[in-house]
C-alpha cells in the first residue's frame, strides 16, 4: 500500500534551519508530482511547496519563498524539504503527499507529519 513517512522534525531557533524528508514506498514514486504543506495550531492546512514527477519544477507558497527549496531523489524514492531562515510563523505539523499538482491541489495520499516547533 502505499505509504509516506516523514522525517526530520524538530525544535530549532529562529534563524536556524531544517531538513525534512519523506520516505515513500508502495507506488512508482517517479511518475509523481509530490508536494510539502503544512498545519499550525488552529489554523487550515496550508500549502508550503510542490516538484514535478521529474524534479525539473517547483512551485512555493508565498510565505516560503526564497526560504525553503524541495526536492526530489526519484531513485531513492525520497523527497526532501530544506528550511532556512525559519521563523516562528513557521510552526506547523509538516505532511508530505503524492500525485496531486503543482499548484498544491488534488492531492490523495499523505503521511502522518512531522512537528516543527520554531523558538523565538
Known amino acids: 500500500q502505499v505509504k509516506l513517512v516523514e522525517s526530520g522534525g524538530g525544535l530549532v531557533q529562529a534563524g536556524g534551519s531544517l531538513r525534512l524528508s519523506c520516505a515513500t514506498s508502495?507506488?512508482?514514486?517517479?511518475?509523481?508530482?509530490m508536494g510539502w504543506f503544512r498545519r499550525a495550531p488552529g489554523k487550515e492546512r496550508e500549502f508550503v511547496a510542490a516538484i514535478k514527477w521529474s524534479g525539473d519544477s517547483t512551485n512555493y507558497g508565498d510565505s516560503v519563498k526564497g526560504r525553503f527549496t524541495i526536492s526530489r531523489d526519484n531513485v531513492k524514492s525520497t523527497m526532501y524539504l530544506q528550511m532556512n531562515s525559519l521563523k516562528p510563523e513557521d510552526t506547523a505539523v509538516y505532511y508530505c503527499?503524492?500525485?496531486?499538482?503543482?499548484?498544491?491541489?488534488?492531492?490523495?495520499?499523505w503521511g502522518q507529519g512531522t512537528q516543527v516547533t520554531v523558538s523565538s
Open positions: 508502495g507506488f512508482t514514486f517517479s511518475v509523481y508530482n
Open positions: 503527499a503524492a500525485g496531486g499538482s503543482l499548484a498544491g491541489v488534488d492531492y490523495d495520499d
